[in-house]
Antibody
Framework: EVQLVESGGGLVEPGGSLRLSCAASGFTFSYFWMSWVRQAPGKGLEWVAQ??????????DYAAPVKGRFSISRDDSKNTFYLQVNSLKTEDTAVYYC?????????????WGQGALVTVSS | QSALTQPPSASGSPGQSVTISCTGTSSDVGGYNYVSWYQQHPGKAPKLMIYEVSKRPTGVPDRFSGSKSGNTASLTVSGLRAEDEADYYCTSYAGTNNVFGTGTKLTVL
């Protein structure tokens, strides 16, 4: 059974930093691209970042609002990937979901974690 | 990259059909057959309902169907049931990134 478990959310002051983690199980983690998607309170889903598999170059892509402030990485030995969030703004307050891309063999976010709440407030 | 445009709300009575649109550009929806749809109930993680424009994952009822014409994708829910009441989001691959729709709240009357 595929499982994704996020951790690392919390309350942080504007300008602060956090590292979100997503521990994966139930599939061969190193084969697949992974993504972070966020949802501000009462708002819609917003794609944040993705990291490709090592076989596909391990490269990263970011949404414009977070580029230069957020960094996605992965540790295939730990079946875990991360989102380092720096220079946080109040508008970054959201539930952050980790998601797999293509584990089921097709192009879509097919499995999701339960979400980690990041609150940016003074 | 701007969000894909969805109607804020849609509704129908049990047993009826409802279609939700998702309008993008030739750089996203119109350029790739990588449109997917997600259902989200309050307080829950999104659930994949349609992938690659019109395909259903195992376990998703065939009451859910997808299509695309030009820069607009559509999700149709037939035979509406009370449990279909939720928020629905489209998303499309857009080259080096992905873009979500603005979301549609589906109400079953």
């Amino acid at each position: 059974e595929v499982q994704l478990v996020e951790s690392g959310g919390g309350l942080v002051e504007p300008g602060g930093s956090l590292r979100l983690s997503c521990a994966a199980s139930g599939f061969t983690f190193s084969y697949f691209w992974m993504s972070w998607v966020r949802q501000a309170p009462g708002k819609g889903l917003e794609w944040v970042a993705q990291i490709k598999s090592r076989a596909d170059g391990g490269t990263t892509d970011y949404a414009a609002p977070v580029k230069g402030r957020f960094s996605i990485s992965r540790d295939d030995s730990k079946n875990t990937f991360y989102l380092q969030v720096n220079s946080l703004k109040t508008e970054d307050t959201a539930v952050y979901y980790c998601a797999t891309l293509g584990v089921s063999g097709y192009w879509a976010f097919d499995y999701w974690g339960q979400g980690a709440l990041v609150t940016v407030s003074s | 990259q701007s969000a894909l445009t969805q109607p804020p709300s849609a509704s129908g009575s049990p047993g009826q059909s409802v279609t939700i649109s998702c309008t993008g550009t030739s750089s996203d929806v119109g350029g790739y057959n990588y449109v997917s749809w997600y259902q989200q109930h309050p307080g829950k993680a999104p659930k994949l309902m349609i992938y690659e424009v019109s395909k259903r994952p195992t376990g998703v009822p065939d009451r859910f169907s997808g299509s695309k014409s030009g820069n607009t994708a559509s999700l149709t829910v037939s035979g509406l049931r009370a449990e279909d009441e939720a928020d629905y989001y489209c998303t499309s691959y857009a080259g080096t990134n992905n873009v979500f729709g603005t979301g549609t709240k589906l109400t079953v009357l």
